[in-house]
T-cell receptor, first 111, second 114 residues
């Protein structure tokens, strides 16, 4: 069974540029999570979906970050105008029950 | 203050030795705990979960939970160089929609020296 896949694996931007991250969850998993993991810290939840519905986006910096999961399968996380403080690894995870399975992440560096 | 606190920040043990990692939660809404392991360049991978008081053993890994104090520990016996990784404790609970949430600690970097 294929795991959670993410792309791109790496991204380097100048401040003010936009970037999108893509996630393909494990087939059949109804819940999809996006986390931000700063260097040497634990993952911090940004937003999660049950099927296509947003369950909680309270930790998403809404003025610059957005996330969608239009058909309840793949998902896209977008940063409109990146800041140096956004430098981190962005992790996607999916689940059907209580176990969350993580993808390899996208490492973002904002210069 | 962070809801899930881990200690130590880093730990070195010799190959074949015992590694002991600690975690305390301050949120009684999250009483189900996970240990995740993250190797460099990869995403976290679930090792084991525990939600009952006492010990739970899976191979070389033993988790211990004290629900009264919300303290959980992970003990790795016969540590191997391949166990070198960042270990996260995560407190888990269900929200009103029935979905599970995880709150991660800041991690313990384990190095097993050959």
């Amino acid at each position: 069974e294929a795991g959670v896949t993410q792309s791109p694996r790496y991204a380097v931007l100048q401040e003010g540029q936009a970037v999108s991250f893509w996630c393909d969850p494990i087939s059949g998993h109804d819940t999809l999570y996006w986390y931000q993991q700063p260097r040497d810290q634990g993952p911090q939840l940004l937003v999660y979906f049950r099927d296509e519905a947003v369950i909680d986006n309270s930790q998403l910096p809404s003025d610059r970050f957005s996330a969608v999961r239009p058909k309840g399968t793949n998902s896209t996380l977008k940063i409109q105008s990146a800041k140096q403080g956004d430098t981190a690894t962005y992790l996607c995870a999916s689940s059907l029950g209580d176990t969350q399975y993580f993808g390899p992440g996208t490492r973002l560096l904002v210069l | 203050q962070q809801k899930v606190q881990q200690s130590p920040e880093s730990l070195s043990v010799p190959e074949g030795g015992m590694a002991s990692l600690n975690c305390t939660s301050s949120d009684r809404n999250f009483q189900y705990f996970w240990w995740y392991r993250q190797h460099s360049g990869e995403g976290p991978k679930a090792l084991m979960s525990i939600f009952s008081d006492g010990d739970k053993k899976e191979g070389r890994f033993t988790a211990h939970l004290n629900k009264a104090s919300l303290h959980v520990s992970l003990h790795i016996r016969d540590s191997q160089p391949s166990d070198s990784a960042l270990y996260f404790c995560a407190a888990s609970g269900r929200d009103s929609s029935g979905s599970w949430q995880l709150i991660f600690g800041s991690g313990t970097q384990l190095t097993v020296m050959p």
